[in-house]
């Protein structure tokens, strides 16, 4: 379904297409069967007409087709550093990790329908952007690059269709009211991980400090149902049992007063708030399991708890994703000469990865 403006340029995308699918791991000049078809397709990668949206278009629109028909989607999203440390002729990059890297950072929202056996979609969007140095110092109410990918994949998946549920998921990276905002407003529900202890909108005139930030009002509830779960080996972490406790709760999400202007004047969010946290942690762990999480899907009983803390663990997903990027198809060995280009690149690579 791809439309690059020219039936020839359609057909050179759909045998490129079908021979990286083919060989996901091998570099271009494998992949492709001769030289001349090699040429055509550094001529295609080339070309500063063509970008990743048009190259994955179809793709992103056949799983957007698919989530329509299903009555829970989740759309998972995530941002991971491309690193091109290691190509330093390669031009139009952006630091990456400590500043001293260079690369290109990548946000994914993958499609997945949730259940006993979660089924992955696809991709639903991606866009690939710079990370701009600090400015010191730093503008008031400035948003970067990196910090709106949130809201735009929000906005580029688009509205659900009457009856079916879309719940946008994201980390700590995602607790942005721009973000929340731009799901509501087009009828779809967050979930997201709370890093910002932030202040609560509250009918009474007098509250409590300990009830004016959601954070510390999370921590003043009660427990209100216990269980075991198994935590995964991560990094240096072995894998171990946990006794987590749970506790939610309604609260109201003001906008930021302190945010830009277009933001300062929205209503208020309703949305419900969850607290995890374990309790008799061995000795050896260093920092206990506490988890703080806030969704716009009504969340009243146990159950809806417990399934919301099931979606937000689907997250993972896009991880798993960015890790077929750049195991399965290479995405950080390729040789191209300039960041255009590694865009165009995942135009190709981005639904082959889903697959």
């Given amino acids: 379904g791809v439309k690059l403006g020219d039936v020839r340029l359609n057909r050179r995308a759909v045998q490129m297409g079908a021979a990286m699918a083919a060989q996901p791991g091998y570099s271009l000049p494998r992949q492709m069967a001769s030289r001349a078809a090699l040429r055509a397709a550094y001529g295609l990668l080339n070309d500063r007409r063509m970008t990743m949206r048009q190259l994955s278009g179809p793709h992103w629109e056949q799983t957007r087709q698919a989530a329509s028909k299903q009555k829970v989607v989740l759309w998972v999203q995530d941002t991971t550093e491309l690193d091109y440390t290691h190509h330093p002729t390669k031009k139009g990059l952006g630091p990456i990790g400590d500043g001293r890297g260079q690369g290109v950072l990548l946000h994914t929202t993958l499609g997945v329908v949730p259940g006993e056996s979660s089924q992955v979609l696809g991709v639903a969007h991606q866009k690939a952007v710079l990370r701009r140095p600090a400015e010191r110092p730093r503008p008031k109410y400035t948003s970067t690059p990196e910090g709106l990918v949130w809201a735009d994949a929000a906005e ?131 920092e206990p399991v506490e988890w703080f999480l806030l969704t716009s899907v009504p969340t009243q009983t146990r159950d809806d708890a417990l399934t919301r803390i099931q979606w937000y663990l689907l997250r993972w997903l896009t991880e798993d994703y960015h890790q077929c990027l750049k195991t399965g198809c290479a995405i950080e060995k390729r040789q191209l000469d300039h960041a255009d280009d590694i865009r165009r690149l995942l135009g190709f690579l981005g639904p082959i990865a889903a697959r």
């Fill in 156 to 286: 580029a998946v688009g509205a659900p269709p009457e009856g079916v549920l879309w719940v946008h998921v994201g980390d700590g990276g995602s607790d942005d009211f721009r973000f929340m905002h731009a799901c509501r407003t087009q009828g779809k529900h967050f979930l997201l991980r709370v890093t910002r202890n932030r202040m609560l909108a509250w009918e009474e005139e007098s509250v409590p400090a300990e009830k004016r930030k959601v954070r510390d009002f999370a921590r003043t509830l009660p427990v209100q149902h216990k269980y075991v779960a198994t935590l995964p080996a991560r990094g240096k972490r072995r894998a171990r049992k946990a006794q987590l406790c749970l506790a939610w709760t309604a609260v109201t999400i003001p906008p930021p007063q302190q945010g830009p202007i277009e933001l300062r004047h929205q209503a208020a969010i309703p949305a419900w708030v969850l607290r995890i946290w374990e309790v008799d942690a061995p000795a050896e762990v260093e």
